[in-house]
């Protein structure tokens, strides 16, 4: 199954007085079937750029904007998919050797009554 990936932008920071945003919050997320992995980060610009106003903005914007402004998409993608890797396959494993699952069985009669 191919990995699927989603960028979103979960908040913006804005000058009230004038609409500029400074601050986006976002997401990548990758999938790959039972396995997820995402990453947060913000970006921020300086005060005048960039220039569309909150109230105009779109998602797409905002997005290209944080690519345009250091976000590296090929890499946080990659990051993803390595983390998705190794969820498939753990190198590290936990638990505690001597804590086995207790296991309790009764026999069920064909009435459906316990024995």
């Known amino acids: 199954m191919a990995i ?4 979103t932008i ?10 500029d945003i400074t601050t986006a ?15 947060y980060s913000t970006c921020s610009w300086p005060e005048g750029s960039p220039i569309i106003p909150y109230a105009n903005v779109t998602q797409a914007d905002v997005l290209d904007w944080c690519w345009t402004s250091g976000v590296d998409k090929d890499a946080t993608e ?19 050797p001597w804590a086995k699952a207790t296991v309790t069985t009764e ?8 024995e």
């Open 78 to 96: 990659q990051a993803l998919a390595e983390n998705i890797e190794a969820q498939k396959k753990p190198i590290v494993s936990h638990g505690l």
């Open 107 to 114: 026999a069920v009669e064909a009435d459906g009554s316990a």
């Open 10 to 19: 979960t908040q913006v920071d804005f000058l009230t007085a004038d609409g």
């Open 4 to 7: 699927e990936y989603k960028w």
């Open 25 to 39: 919050h976002w997401t990548a997320t990758a999938v790959d079937g039972e396995y997820t992995a995402s990453i």
